[in-house]
């Protein structure tokens, strides 16, 4: 089984910044790419950024220029570095890892539980 822990949510004023961890443990065989999604009230879940295992970077067109993402392999930890943050950005932020548990298992997604982001003055 593999755990996925968000960490660094909170409140923020408008033009801060926030950096949100997420620690993956349990049966890991290997990362194929890990993401950050959010969802706001009465919204659709959003992707917000991923990181495959090869490094490749995407981001959603309303965080390009603001947000950064990067891991620690050492660590098994990807983060979501947030700077000039907006009231929109305002969320419920979920990790999701696609890994493999071993060398005979497909690829499989797992979820965090969600930390809460509010942006606002």
């Known amino acids: 089984q593999v755990l996925l822990v968000e960490s660094g949510g909170g409140l923020v004023q408008p033009g801060g910044s926030l950096r949100l961890s997420c620690a993956a443990s349990?049966?890991?065989?290997?990362?194929?790419?890990m993401k950050w999604y959010r969802q706001a009230p009465g919204k659709e879940l959003e992707l917000v950024a991923d990181i495959t295992s090869g490094g490749s970077k995407n981001f959603a067109d309303s965080v390009k220029g603001r947000f950064t993402i990067s891991r620690d392999n050492d660590k098994n930890t990807v983060y979501l570095q947030m700077n000039s943050l907006k009231p929109e950005d305002t969320a419920v932020y979920y990790c999701n890892a696609i890994i493999i548990t071993s060398a005979w298992e497909y690829p499989n997604h797992y979820w965090g539980q969600g930390t809460q982001v509010t942006v606002s003055s």
């Open positions: 349990g049966e890991i065989f290997r990362f194929i790419a």
